[in-house]
């Protein structure tokens, strides 16, 4: 009897954690091939949907490379992305190999072998720690898409969308 109890709450918590796991779109989204992009002038490229240890995430194969936790709303569509980071290497702020540059001598960057500072760097980020999404479904495809502001850390902000697309069957 408290081995059911304790198997009833299992399930109970895990539906919370979860979410709508039942849900046929939910399951038709973990299951299908994907495809979208990380800004409305990139090419669409693969999308991957995973489970990390405490949420769905979702990898977009593009020109950022964004990692995001997604969630899915009451029905099993996609409903946002949080916090999104670039699995893309950082690139240096100036040239490496000219350390006697302007701009190496102006950051301080590359005055010295195997630089490790981070402000010689820049990383691509998405400002909003939640994107929601919106989705619709035509003929042929279930199509989400959620705008954020594209940013990074030198300064260079612009609004952007997320698409994450699949066909119907």
Known sequence: MVRNLLLFIGL?????????????????????????????VAALKKVEIYRSKESYRIYVRNQFGFDCELTFDSIGNPASLANCVSREKASPVCNPNMPDSPCAVSHNCFR???????????????????????CMKTKSEHICKGQYTLTDTRGYSDPSE??????LK
């Open 12 to 40: 109970l918590l895990q539906t919370a954690v979860w979410g709508a796991e039942n849900s046929t779109d939910i399951s038709v989204w973990l299951t299908s091939s994907l495809y979208g992009n990380d800004n409305a």
């Open 112 to 134: 010295q072998p195997n630089e490790t500072n981070p402000a010689c760097f820049y990383q691509w980020r998405v400002s909003e720690s939640v994107v929601p999404l919106g």
């Open 162 to 167: 997320f698409t994450i697309a699949r066909h």
